[in-house]
């Protein structure tokens, strides 16, 4: 799975990259009440222009990419001084209020995002395969705190099976998130020109009674 993406950036197949603002978090972020100066933290993140957004509201920013090709070609869009170092197992490139981490995902530990107080996931779920979702859900329990707060936009489209990106279920979303996470449904979207569906969910990390 990680060549098979890794490979895609190499080659520039990266279709599920958006290069605009993506609408659901502009409409839905500030609902959440996430203080303004809250660290967000960005799995699987790419070189998602939704990170700039963030970080110009205020929040730093930590994204978590498995790709170099992926993190090179965010710092390369904007005219701003790099700084480059290494911590536990990642190298990790900031440039202004925002972190790329060079890893996996699943390697991160919650010592490494002690400051962590939101989450945000637009491509993250959807590029696991099923397997591989319930290990992401538990983990990203792990990582964030009683109380913190983000937004999950998931996908469903006719093929359950084909993917990345993979067509996850409302039901499967409830099935990975509620055991540790309050879940609020937020909008479905309509059909795009490939039959994707896109659904937003706002999610708060359960305390330890829930």
């Known amino acids: 799975m990680t060549e098979q ?4 950036w190499r080659e520039g197949r990266i279709g599920f990259h958006r290069t605009t603002l993506h609408p659901a978090l502009e409409r839905y972020w500030l609902t959440l009440d996430v203080p303004r100066t809250a660290k967000v933290l960005v ?13 110009d509201a205020g929040h730093p920013v ?17 005219r701003q001084d790099v700084l480059r170092y290494y911590q536990a197992g990642f190298d990790i ?7 790329l981490w060079l890893g996996d995902f699943f390697h991160l530990h ?6 962590i107080e939101a989450f945000y996931d637009r491509a993250s779920l959807i590029a696991l395969p099923r397997p591989t979702r319930q290990r992401y859900a538990f983990h ?6 009683p109380g913190a707060r983000g937004l999950l936009v998931s996908l469903t489209r006719g093929e359950a099976d084909a993917g990345p990106p993979y067509s996850v279920s409302h039901e499967e979303v409830e099935q990975l998130f509620s055991p540790n996470f309050r ?17 937003t969910w706002a999610l708060e990390r359960r305390g330890p009674i829930g």
């Open 5 to 8: 993406w890794l490979k895609r």
């Open 43 to 55: 799995p699987l993140c790419g070189k998602s222009v939704d990170m700039r957004w963030l970080a």
């Open 62 to 78: 930590l994204g978590v990419e498995i790709s170099p090709d992926a993190i090179e070609q965010f710092v390369a869009e904007r």
């Open 93 to 99: 490139v900031r440039q202004g209020s925002i972190e």
């Open 110 to 115: 919650i010592r490494q995002v002690a400051e």
């Open 140 to 145: 990203l329990a792990q990582l964030v705190p």
């Open 183 to 199: 879940l609020t449904f937020l909008e479905q979207g309509p059909p795009d020109a490939r039959g994707f569906i896109e659904s």
